[in-house]
């Protein structure tokens, strides 16, 4: 069964340095998805990307954050500075593209991000 | 925007028993709402999902949920628990930019 990848599966990081966190959506997929976990709190929603854009952000998604589609199948989220409190479970997701708010997401099985 | 509301962090039912994880939704148009499960050290997986057809939804693991308006309730139920069924849930809400909003997440014990 397709699935979700993500590398690496661990980051540890010094404050202040860029990281990037890749995914490889499932491989018929439209919509790419980022989502965090801070530890002991729920998940949130970072961004969205269809057709080489993003859709969606939210306010957490400032401009430390990009994301890219660099190879038709690589899917990457880039943090150009990080903090203390990017600190986090990072989840990457696709899903078919039926464009509507039925669609399910596949979700990866998540970057720890830890910045020292 | 939507959001969940999941009450109760942590639920502990022995072997067998019966599960019951809640959630809340609040919503200015129609919901629709998903629970997914999270295993140690793995990713989320979609359990089952409301899209407005059915009420009762069945999904895997012998998870069923049933959506209903008048409480907006979601709530997430198993006839008999197993220790496999040890995980994290997460109610959510697909946002009508289709971003997910996810609950604050229940962790589930099962006592053998």
């Known amino acids: 069964e397709p699935e979700v990848t993500q590398t690496p599966s661990h980051q540890v990081t010094q404050m202040g340095q860029e990281v990037i966190l890749r995914c490889v959506p499932i491989?018929?997929?439209?919509?790419f998805y980022w989502y965090r976990q801070i530890l002991g709190q729920k998940v949130e929603f970072l961004v969205s990307?269809?057709?080489?854009?993003?859709?969606?952000k939210s306010e957490i998604f400032d401009d430390q954050f990009s994301v890219e589609r660099p190879d038709g199948s690589n899917f990457t989220l880039k943090i150009r500075s990080t903090k203390l409190e990017d600190s986090a479970m990072y989840f990457c997701a696709s899903s078919p593209g039926t464009s509507d708010r039925t669609d399910t997401q596949y979700f990866g099985p998540g970057t720890r991000l830890t910045v020292l | 925007a939507q959001s969940v509301t999941q009450l109760g962090s942590h639920v502990s039912v022995s072997e067998g028993a019966l599960v019951l994880l809640r959630c809340n939704y609040s919503?200015?148009?129609?919901?629709?709402l998903f629970w997914y499960v999270q295993y140690p050290n793995q990713g989320l997986q979609l359990l089952l999902k409301?899209?407005?057809?059915?009420?009762l939804v069945k999904g895997i693991n012998g998870f069923e949920a049933e959506f209903k308006k008048s409480e907006t309730s979601f709530h997430l139920t198993k006839p008999s628990a197993h220790m496999r069924d040890a995980a994290e849930y997460f109610c959510a809400v697909s946002n009508y930019n289709n971003d997910m909003r996810f609950g604050a997440g229940t962790r589930l014990t099962v006592k053998p």
């Open positions: 919503s200015s148009v129609p919901p629709y």
């Open positions: 491989s018929n997929h439209l919509y």
């Open positions: 990307f269809y057709n080489n854009e993003i859709s969606e």
């Open positions: 409301y899209t407005s057809a059915a009420t």
